[in-house]
């Protein structure tokens, strides 16, 4: 799958592909952040420098012309190898590092390098990352690993320790709004700037949350709260969408709720929200966002979500002035 570049992250690319060029990394990278900073793309192209059999002849890009780029390019190269967990919210197993690691050992059959790119790091379970070690304490001169991560802190300190850390952190407001306007072009500032505050400023995770309608839910999640706030009736309001779509509902409504603490020092927050602040009876949330986590976390338990919403809906009206 194609990831859109990045573009705050093309000197970093650069940058760390001079380093590989120049021998000045370790062999094992982790290379960890938020989602949505470009992780994935970075991997991607140092990867694919490491399978261009070309690069070090050139500025130390990949030269996207010879046999390893073309091979890499079109997902078929024979020195690459990707781990990831079998489906989603499962893990990575012993047998796929096991295999992994049988790969990297052979001789590259066309670039200089074997590499071995595993993503969601933090989901190898304690035996597949032992399984790793030996390969990361002693990794042979050709091969290389990069290790993928939105939680560096569930990995294993053991693997931590015998990886070079790469850290990617969100870019600067300015750099993520342009490059957001760049690819979603029909989208106006005040719903881009709403995408990137759900994402915590992440460009990526913002484009996927405007591209699959998330962002246009939220908002009409905002409406309804308000109109709750304001006296509509909870079970007019609260259909069984809501409790069916638990795990899109709950998220939203702890963010709603941190977005409603932090209205009373934002002038240029919602004007639904500093209504909210303005007709509150306290400024304690704390204990409504809680629940709505709780909520979160119940998701996928079997629970009726819209017999747990009703009382956290009670709570959310009983706070304001009418």
């Avoid at 790119?117 to 379970?125: G, H, P, V």
């Avoid at 919602?270 to 709780?294: T, V």
Wanted: with cysteine; proline share 7%.
């Amino acid at each position: 799958m194609s990831i859109v570049a990045p573009h705050w992250l093309e000197p970093k690319a650069s940058h760390l592909i001079g380093q590989l060029r120049d021998e000045q990394l370790g062999h094992a990278l982790l290379i960890q952040g938020p989602i949505g900073v470009g992780k994935h793309w970075l991997a991607d192209q140092l990867s694919n420098a490491l399978a261009c059999t070309q690069w070090e002849q050139t500025t130390g890009s990949p030269c996207g012309q010879c046999q390893g780029c073309q091979l890499y390019q079109n997902g078929t190269h024979p020195d690459c190898f990707y781990v990831e967990p079998p489906e989603a919210g499962h893990h990575i197993l012993v047998d796929q590092v096991r295999e992994l690691i049988a790969q990297l050992m052979l001789t590259p059959s066309v670039s200089r390098y074997r590499v071995g790119i595993l993503t969601l790091a933090e989901s190898m379970t304690e035996e597949a990352a032992n399984a790793l070690l030996k390969t990361l304490e002693e990794p042979p001169n050709d091969v290389w690993l990069l290790l993928v991560s939105h939680s560096p802190q569930n990995v294993l300190p053991t693997i931590r320790s015998r990886c070079q850390g790469v850290v990617i952190a969100p870019p600067a407001p300015s750099l993520a709004m342009n490059w957001l306007q760049e690819h979603h072009p029909d989208g106006d500032q005040k719903t881009l700037e709403l995408a990137l505050r759900m994402s915590s400023g992440a460009p990526l995770l913002a484009l996927e949350k405007l591209t699959n309608g998330l962002v246009e839910t939220a908002d009409e999640v905002l409406e309804r709260l308000h109109a709750l706030a304001s006296g509509s009736d909870i079970q007019a309001n609260l259909d069984q969408t809501w409790g069916d779509d638990a795990s899109t509902i709950w998220p939203l409504l702890a963010f709603w709720v941190s977005e409603l603490a932090r209205a009373p020092h934002e002038p240029s927050a919602d004007p639904r929200l500093i209504d909210l602040s303005n007709r509150a009876k306290s400024s304690d949330w704390s204990s409504l966002w809680s629940a709505a986590l709780n909520g979160v976390s119940l998701v996928g338990s079997g629970r009726r979500h819209d017999l747990l919403m009703t009382p956290w809906l009670l709570d959310w009206t009983s706070r304001f002035k009418t």
